[in-house]
């Protein structure tokens, strides 16, 4: 009765437990749509300001290319003109309401698109724009909604430096936000809208009266479908792309943003979609998937009950379980023919029995010899402490700087007794150097720390000290004493600059990332160099490939990396005096770059360490260098290596991902 009120007990936990979690469950996923269709809402913002883009960049380059065309053919008024323009022009027009319209120095209309066009009120001031206006250059006028919703554009008309006219091409705003925004719907209710980058509405579907209003003084009107203008403002200030925001219905809703330039100023595209559509979906499976969850669980309970007591019931009838049959060859093949790693059956005398085919493709077909052929064996099984037991090896079946790792358990028979062992073979080489790389960051972590401290407590210190170096040097008059002080304020210096590096080692400033070409970095760095002291009797060989991708990284600090790469291999050099290699090339999709000295080499013992902080070789250097071009290069997406032997030179790799356009 008392095992039947705790499996009873249990089962209504777990039953709990797992609505709990289904609840939780559901939360996050209606979040996560919340995020991906704000994701799908931003794409949709962008394509719309894209299409917009592409229409008035596409009207302008049409509206150059007919006032170039006028100034071979001149800017008359007569009725070749019409035809002439027209011809030029019609494929510029993309449905939009244009009105565009030719104008000669005297102010008169030699060509319009429309029947009745409305007076020009200032020419003159046109034209005096359009004087100064380059050939080739267009003009957007900025008071576009305070003038009847239109966009206005000019261009000069001239021929050999001298204005022969000019045109003014004017394009109804709600001609575009129809033909752009009208037809986006979101969902069932979402919509899109526009205003300008001064927060002026354009364009509102549900809201045609709230336009030409500012979110930044707004009145009682504007505030019919939004409880705050907060997140606009915040897109306008180019703080986010999407978000949410509670409607004065109290409904929640989500909102993404795209960015159009239109000249100097901008137009702001926005998708607006209900929370609850988002989520509606989640809301309608959440009940039932608990429901199927509870009929699942309560299925599995009666089941197991029932296996319960049938096997309660043959565990009378059967006194002695079956002995598993440990070499079944082919069953064993079949199961773990598949498996990425190495299998072995060994009998006690390290015999091998079997092995399946990973391990056949690594090593050939050993079986029936001794495993000292694939890797040395240690002990006997017998005399090894425990049931499972590890070992490491390193360069197995001539896979050089690869490491793997060997997990023997032993095979015992009914009574207790070794009759051989199971090693399962595993490539830990990426495993391992995955934790040398959280190592390495818990190092720089830990740094961190030590290094706020460090600035905070002996920074303030330091300047006193050093000031008072200076006054007492100042003050001094026998020579010991000012080299006694010049000594100390040289060693402060140094200090305070071991803490300047630490404190940027812990916390690198946010990076300006771009497409950068990796040649001319290279090329850079080589000038800033090439006086450097230490590399003047250095012969510097340049072996740079063409054609090679561009990086995505912050050229300041990548040039910093090669700068220090290039004085640690000036340093390697004995007297001097030698050559250093520096080659870029392209590998699959990374672009490397190496930098090959002729100098002493680095022990074998000290290369896994130099990238540590404040390890060093040198006799004045911090360790400080090296740890902070790992941390930037890793900051990139890449990874810096080094290659050494001792007496033979190093190689230093930076390998980068590759970017998406070509170097020239």
């Known amino acids: 009765m008392r095992s039947k009120i705790i499996i009873l007990a249990i089962f209504v936990f777990l039953v709990s437990l797992l609505i709990t979690l289904n609840v939780i469950f559901h939360e996050s996923l209606r979040d996560e749509l919340a995020i991906q269709h704000n994701k799908q809402q931003l794409l949709i913002a962008k394509t719309i300001a894209d299409s917009i883009n592409s229409t008035i960049t596409h009207l302008v380059v049409e509206t150059i290319s007919v006032a170039k065309l006028l100034a071979e053919k001149g800017v008359y008024k007569d009725e070749g003109i019409k035809a002439f323009i027209a011809s030029s022009f019609e494929k510029a027009e993309f449905n939009l309401d244009i009105i565009f319209t030719v104008f000669n120095k005297a102010g008169e209309a030699v060509f319009t698109s429309v029947q009745d066009p409305v007076p020009l009120k200032d020419f003159s001031n046109l034209l005096q724009l359009n004087e100064r206006l380059p050939e080739g250059e267009v003009y957007f006028f900025e008071d576009m909604l305070r003038d009847d919703m239109k966009l206005r554009m000019t261009t000069p008309v001239r021929k050999d430096g001298k204005l022969l006219g000019l045109i003014l091409i004017t394009i109804n705003i709600n001609t575009i936000s129809e033909k752009f925004l009208s037809p986006i719907k979101s969902g069932d209710r979402g919509y899109a809208w526009m205003m300008d980058g001064s927060g002026t509405l354009i364009f509102h579907p549900t809201q045609p009266g709230m336009v030409g209003n500012n979110l930044y003084h707004a009145d009682e009107k504007c505030f019919g479908c939004h409880e705050s203008f907060e997140l606009e403002k915040k897109v306008l200030e180019g703080d986010v792309e999407f978000g949410r925001y509670i409607a004065p219905s109290r409904e929640d809703k989500v909102l993404a943003f795209s960015k159009v330039n239109i000249g100097k100023t901008s137009w702001i595209i926005c998708i607006s979609s209900p929370y609850t559509e988002v989520i509606s979906i989640t809301e309608r499976s959440m009940k039932l998937y608990s429901w199927l969850v509870v009929a699942i669980f309560a299925t599995v309970f009666l089941g197991a009950s029932v296996v319960i007591l049938i096997n309660r019931r043959r565990m009378k009838t059967e006194k002695e379980a079956k002995e598993a049959v440990l070499l079944e060859k082919q069953k064993l093949d079949t199961i773990v023919s598949a498996i990425g790693s190495g299998l072995m059956l060994l009998d006690k005398d390290h015999k091998i029995l079997w092995i399946n085919k990973t391990l056949r493709e690594w090593a050939g077909n050993v079986e029936g010899f001794d495993c000292g052929v694939v890797f040395p064996v240690k002990a006997k099984y017998e005399d090894l402490p425990g049931d499972i037991f590890h070992d490491t090896f390193a360069d197995l079946f001539g896979r050089k700087g690869r490491t793997f790792d060997v997990t023997s358990a032993p095979v015992k028979d009914k009574d207790g007794y070794i009759i051989g062992v199971l090693k399962l073979i595993q490539d830990v080489t990426e495993v391992k150097k995955l934790e040398a790389g959280i190592m390495h960051s818990e190092k720089l972590a830990a740094l961190g720390r030590l290094a706020a401290g460090v600035a905070h407590e002996i920074g303030n210190p330091l300047t006193s000290i050093s000031s008072f170096a200076q006054i007492l040097k100042s003050k001094a008059d026998d020579d010991f004493t000012k080299e006694s002080l010049d000594t100390i304020y040289h060693h402060i210096m140094r200090i305070s600059g071991i803490v300047s590096q630490m404190s940027r080692l812990s916390k690198l400033p946010e990076m300006d990332l771009r497409h ?149």
Not at 531 to 540: C, P, S
């Open 516 to 664: 950068c070409n990796i040649n001319h970095l290279i090329e850079s760095t080589l000038d800033i160099v090439k006086y450097d002291n230490k590399l003047k009797d250095i012969r510097i060989i340049k072996e740079l490939s063409v054609g090679i991708p561009s990086v995505y990284v912050d050229e300041n600090y990548l040039v910093q990396v090669f700068i220090n790469l290039m004085l640690n291999a000036a340093d390697a050099i004995p007297d001097g005096k030698g050559t250093i290699t520096v080659r870029s090339m392209r590998e699959n999709n990374s672009v490397i770059v190496q930098y090959m000295d002729s100098g002493m080499g680095i022990p074998a013992d000290a290369l896994n360490k130099i990238f540590d902080p404040f390890f060093t070789t040198k006799e004045k250097g911090t360790g400080l260098g090296l740890s902070i071009s790992y941390e930037i290069i890793k900051r990139f997406g890449g990874e810096l290596k080094a290659d050494s032997q001792e007496g033979m030179g190093s190689v230093f790799s930076v390998n980068l991902p590759a970017g998406d356009i070509e170097d020239e």
